[in-house]
């Protein structure tokens, strides 16, 4: 049995493959700072790693996508926009930077579902994880050595092991002192090779973080960058805006962004992001009343247990034959006769259309729905004991709909659907 604290990036997915980024750009707008970077051109298989349980989700991808997510409160004293940019819809990533006077520049994948910052170590990139930034604490005037031990151990059973350390880490024009994270000195070599990050940007509750760490967020809160202990997420997934891929807003959100009021739902529980839905339905189908649900945006599709699987599976008229690699096809003409989801969410309905729902990947099309396990009876627990199986995770798919506002001082979630 593993520890508790090393399965917390368990719900993280893993993306697996080289990608080729270009266009790296940067402008002023109004009192935020955009980055805009990273076009990913390439792209072919998406691992995901679930607590427990080895889960891999390898997606046969090829569309073109950039998301710019950038950071912005509202009413901003200070504010970073940020950048954040989407591989083919199904992870988002930020560009970061540690240490000073130089600030050492490294990109981040986003994990709603996980509370540590982590990066390679330079000298592990040079030793054995080439291809990537890493950071190097000698050349940071700002560097204060801690030398904990770390260790997060995925549920694929893959481990990334380091130590912990200080400095200044930078998201856009925000400059974060004391910031404690985990070198990483030690990966999976496939990981080193197949994914294009350096490390991990963790946005989850400082309850699920590791070691004692107090999370980036927390951090920011308490060192008044931010005016609100929130921050945002617009998710862009539209293949052909290559320009807009969408924003992480730190301390805030924009009501531009989303259509009518926000609806607030505490936190069922304070760990996940986790909400109570009132109902999920297919057409004139339950799919469960009263069930948890988690946020994950480092999850790509939505992931549901496996007798709501089922129910949607044949409403969308799929078989187990249709599952490739992990997802299942679909006959990309059928999608417009397809049934809305709605989730009934704080006593709203929020709608997923077969457009939200269905990914079109060039021509091919993916349903949006999978399942943890491949529901033939493999239990998949989370480090607590609760039944994973019977979890709901709303991954990138839900966010390409839903503008989702999260706040780390209250614990409650709030939701709008997208302009
Ligand atoms: C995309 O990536 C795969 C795996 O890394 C590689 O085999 C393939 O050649 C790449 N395609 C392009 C167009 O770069
Ligand atoms: C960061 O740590 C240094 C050294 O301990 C201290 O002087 C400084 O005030 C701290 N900064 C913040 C914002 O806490
Ligand atoms: C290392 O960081 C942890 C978490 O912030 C802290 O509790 C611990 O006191 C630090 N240790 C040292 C030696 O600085
Ligand atoms: C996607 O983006 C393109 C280019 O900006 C735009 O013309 C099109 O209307 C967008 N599609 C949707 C569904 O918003
Ligand atoms: C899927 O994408 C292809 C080409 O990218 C397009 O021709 C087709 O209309 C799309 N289908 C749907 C259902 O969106
Ligand atoms: C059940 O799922 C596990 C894990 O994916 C797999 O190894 C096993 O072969 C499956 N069993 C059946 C009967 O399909």
Request: net charge negative; charged share 15%.
């Amino acid at each position: 049995m593993q520890s508790a604290q090393k399965l917390e990036l368990a719900l993280t997915l893993v993306l697996i493959w080289g990608l080729t980024q270009s266009l790296v750009e940067s402008r002023r707008w109004q009192k935020s700072v955009q980055l805009k970077l990273h076009r990913e051109t390439n792209h072919s298989k998406v691992m995901e790693s679930f607590p427990s349980q080895k889960l891999r989700l390898k997606e046969k991808l090829s569309t073109t996508n950039e998301l710019v997510i950038s950071s912005a409160s509202a009413s901003d004293t200070s504010v970073a926009r940020d950048n954040l940019f989407n591989s083919h819809n199904t992870e988002y990533y930020v560009t970061g930077s540690f240490g000073s006077p130089e600030a050492q520049q490294v990109t981040l994948l986003m994990d709603t579902a996980s509370a540590n910052l982590l990066v390679y170590s330079s000298k592990f990139v040079t030793e054995s994880c080439s291809g990537h930034s890493g950071y190097s604490s000698s050349e940071s005037q700002t560097y204060q050595a801690n030398g904990t031990a770390f260790e997060i151990q995925y549920a694929s059973q893959d481990v990334l092991k380091g130590f912990l350390s200080t400095d200044t880490f930078t998201l856009g024009d925000l400059s974060l002192e004391n910031q404690t994270f985990a070198e990483i000195n030690s990966a999976p070599a496939a990981m080193c090779q197949q994914s294009n990050y350096d490390g991990i940007l963790g946005l989850g509750l400082v309850q699920i973080a590791l070691g004692g760490v107090k999370t980036p967020l927390e951090n920011m809160w308490d060192q008044g960058l931010i005016d609100e202990p929130v921050f945002s997420l617009y998710v862009n997934r539209n293949a052909s805006d290559a320009s807009n891929g969408g924003f992480l807003l730190l301390g805030g959100s924009d009501p531009t962004l989303y259509q009518g009021c926000l609806t607030y739902v505490p936190l069922s529980k304070v760990a996940f992001w986790q909400i109570t839905v009132g109902r999920v339905g297919i057409g004139s189908k339950n799919l469960c009343s009263n069930c948890q649900a988690i946020f994950d945006v480092g999850t790509s599709l939505i992931i549901v247990p496996c007798p709501a699987l089922k129910i949607i599976n044949k409403k969308l008229g799929l078989k187990e034959a249709d599952k490739k690699n992990g997802v299942y096809i679909i006959d990309c003409s059928k999608v417009s006769s397809l049934p809305n989801v709605v989730l009934n969410i704080g006593w709203k309905d929020f709608t997923l259309t077969p457009s939200d729902y269905i990914l079109n990947y060039s021509g091919t099309c993916v349903s949006g729905f999978s399942s943890l396990s491949d529901c033939n009876g493999t239990q998949a627990m989370m480090d607590d004991g609760e039944d994973l199986n019977s979890m709901w995770v709303f991954g990138d798919v839900f966010f390409g709909a839903i503008f989702t506002l999260f706040d780390f001082g209250l614990n409650l979630v709030g939701m709008a659907p997208k302009v």
